[in-house]
């Protein structure tokens, strides 16, 4: 099985990354598009520049900025300001949240902002748990616009992560998984050690002093929090035109290691080897710089006096009566301590923020504030960047600083960049497995796809594949009276381990008649693949290439596949097709369940009043306590919530039972007399048992 590491793989495609879900149409505006960019010795520094009122300076010119590198000027090849609009939702009127749509596509550019939420499990306490899941959701739900791509890394529980999406459904799901597993700090655990011990030298030894137990735990828990964020950076590392944000939901480390290492006395115990943390915060950092990735550190506790998690510690040695041989295992300064530590995590969380051009939220209650402040450092900013005149690749801190001419204004950016490291030179990438491998889809050649889940045999589940190529972006030759080209086709399902559990590469040959050909840009090319899955959460991964000229493109799609074989009352995904959908030509159709509808399913979510569609969907009902019925109901409704079409069915139980299980259910719906606009078309099941609640499922289309 191939495997890809979810956020943490490389990105290797060199062309315009778009985002996962359909985007209302909008005049775009003038920035650089987000691309992947190879280039040697290019760097690309994102400016924050503000007024004296903090609101961004938006007509400065490449004259007005003056980039100098280890002290010497840079002449700029790249000075573009990027103004990012926050789209929200935008439901049908007689809905209060947006239909989610089931088509991803390639075709619009992307023009949003990118988010990294990082919630770190291993320096968030059990008891903050919830706090952080309530305050990353807010950030989802409230800040983040539907014009935006999120990630989320769980430290910890990397299973429970969720790849780039705009769903923010599936973000906050991964989010609810979260929950603290901080060890106890360094004081509690020397506390807790002395105690311990100052009861054991009652039994006649000296048990020596008070130590942190959990010192190597600790320390491991610190390099794999600040490893997350360096693989999350280098994951990022060519991608250009975009400020990449990372949210660092932590309470910091407490360990003692931004001092520089202390000399070594004699006679001195030996100090704890924390060269290994140093070293893993200095590659964070510069995998960071290196990619223009930005670190937020949000720490959980607010306002915080550093005492609050006294009342978890269960009590204190008491000093020994004067005169006595005992150990004193007493620490009056207990509450200091505690305090000193706390400021030493949130000196973490500066350093973090600072060192990366983001910002420290620490000792502060009001969150909203503080996600505002993100969201508005990363909508409009300059990108600025130039082809470095040093040559070489020896990992070597390159200082940059950023000066605005004009004055009475201010510039806030990243203090410099880590020069990569030679590295011996990497096999050539098959063209097609680098667009799998990118972080998210890329634009070039056009793809719309839409994946539906249809209960297959025993287990698993069918996923039945629609494909459909842009026509605009697909050459054709002249061949013996036809027209011909050829398309190659991969895709991956992905668990969340970055695992593929599904995944071919197919090669689907062209060839059109005259007419066909003239009709080409219209109708574009279709092609339908059907595959097995079990149960489970995947990002399904699609890469094409045309032959001819090599043009490529690829989507993506997250992909929630449920237990159809034990819910009591379960639907499959919508198949639709349409009449004027027997224009596409599909030269490659391994579809089964697909021969439910007259023609090939569709992709397309906009049709003409004079079109007719036929939908499909399987019920499913488990539920053998006693014989039923279960009443279906198909609507469109108009924007405004006008019933314009009704269809009903009542399906026995008996018949919903078998290796497959589930009845068909197909519906032919006439557009003829339908204004212009949007709709949803929706299909409801509903048993007649109790206790069992109904199903849904719904498609927005529109009619032009």
């Not at 620490?362 to 990108?383: G, H």
């Not at 959908?581 to 030269?587: H, L, S, V, Y």
């Not at 609507?635 to 019933?643: K, N, P």
């Amino acid at each position: 099985m191939r495997r890809v590491l979810p956020v943490t793989a490389l990105l290797l495609a060199s062309a315009t990354l778009v985002p996962t879900a359909q985007q209302p149409a909008r005049p775009a505006p003038q920035q650089p598009g987000l691309t992947f960019r190879v280039a040697a010795n290019f760097v690309e520094v994102d400016a924050i520049v503000t007024d004296k009122n903090g609101e961004p300076a938006r007509d400065l010119t490449c004259e007005d900025f003056q980039v100098i590198e280890d002290g010497k000027p840079q002449n700029l090849s790249v000075c573009a300001f990027v103004d990012i609009p926050v789209d929200r939702p935008d439901p049908p009127l007689f809905k209060d949240r947006i239909v989610e749509p089931d088509v991803v596509t390639n075709e619009k550019a992307f023009d949003g902002r990118i988010f990294m939420v990082v919630l770190d499990g291993f320096h968030v306490a059990a008891s903050r748990g919830l706090h952080v899941r309530r305050e990353a959701e807010k950030f989802i739900d409230k800040y983040m616009g539907e014009n935006d791509i999120a990630a989320v890394v769980q430290v910890g529980n990397p299973g429970a992560g969720q790849e780039f999406t705009g769903n923010k459904r599936l973000l906050k799901a991964s989010i609810a998984k979260f929950a603290g597993q901080s060890l106890p700090s360094i004081t509690a655990s020397l506390n807790a050690d002395a105690l311990a011990k100052n009861n054991e030298q009652f039994e006649g030894h000296d048990p020596g002093p008070a130590v942190d137990t959990n010192a190597q735990v600790r320390e491991y828990m610190a390099r794999q929090s600040m490893d997350s964020i360096r693989r999350l950076s280098e994951y990022l590392a060519d991608l250009s035109g975009r400020r990449k944000a990372v949210l660092l939901f932590s309470e910091g480390i407490g360990i003692d290691f931004l001092q520089p290492p202390q000399p070594i006395c004699i006679g001195c115990p030996a100090p704890p080897n924390l060269e290994p943390i140093r070293m893993s915060q200095r590659d964070m950092v510069s995998a960071a710089s290196r990619s223009n990735v930005s670190i937020y550190t949000i720490d959980p506790r607010g306002l915080t006096s550093g005492t609050e998690d006294l009342v978890q510690i269960g009590g204190i040695a008491s000093a020994p009566e004067e005169g006595s041989t005992l150990r004193n295992y007493s620490n009056p300064a207990l509450p200091s301590t505690m305090q000193t530590e706390v400021i030493r995590a949130q000196d973490s969380l500066r350093e973090f923020a600072e060192a990366t051009g983001g910002l420290a939220m620490v000792n502060k209650n009001d969150m909203d504030d503080a996600f505002r402040r993100i969201v508005k450092d990363n909508s409009s900013y300059y990108v600025l960047g130039y082809q470095s005149a040093d040559p070489r690749h020896d990992g070597r801190f390159h200082r940059v600083q950023v000066k605005v001419k004009r004055p009475g204004l201010q510039v806030r950016t990243r203090s410099g960049y880590s020069a990569p490291a030679n590295k011996p030179a990497a096999k050539p990438v098959d063209p097609v497995v680098q667009l799998l491998r990118s972080p998210a889809p890329v634009g070039g050649l056009g793809i719309r796809a839409t994946p539906s889940i249809i209960k297959g045999l025993m287990l698993k589940s069918t996923v039945h594949l629609t494909l459909e190529f842009s026509g605009k972006d697909f050459p054709l030759k002249p061949s013996g009276g036809l027209f011909t080209n050829e398309i190659e086709i991969e895709y991956m399902a992905l668990d969340m381990k970055g695992v593929s559990q599904a995944g071919t590469r197919e090669n689907a040959k062209v060839q059109l008649r005259p007419a066909s050909k003239a009709a080409l840009a219209e109708t574009g090319i279709r092609a339908v693949i059907e595959f097995e899955l079990a149960p489970g959460r995947y990002q399904l991964r699609v890469a094409a290439q045309e032959k001819l000229t090599g043009r490529k493109g690829s989507v993506f799609a997250d992909l929630d596949v449920p237990d159809l074989g034990t819910v009591r009352l379960g639907m499959s995904d919508m198949l639709l097709t349409s009449s004027s959908a027997t224009r596409t030509p599909t030269p490659n159709n391994t579809s089964t369940i697909g021969k439910l509808l007259p023609t090939p399913t569709t992709t397309s979510r906009v049709f003409s009043a004079s079109d007719t569609l036929t939908a499909a969907a399987s019920i499913y009902d488990n539920d053998t306590r006693a014989p039923h019925r279960v009443d279906l109901k198909a609507t469109v409704r108009s924007d405004s919530g006008a019933q314009l079409f009704l269809k009903e069915d009542i399906k026995e139980s008996a018949t919903m039972t078998g290796a497959k299980g589930g009845a068909s259910w197909v519906i032919e719906i006439p557009l003829k007399g339908m204004a212009p606009g949007r709709y949803v078309l929706a299909i409801e099941a509903n048993s007649r048992l109790k206790e069992v609640d109904p199903v849904r499922k719904e498609v927005e289309f529109t009619i032009k």
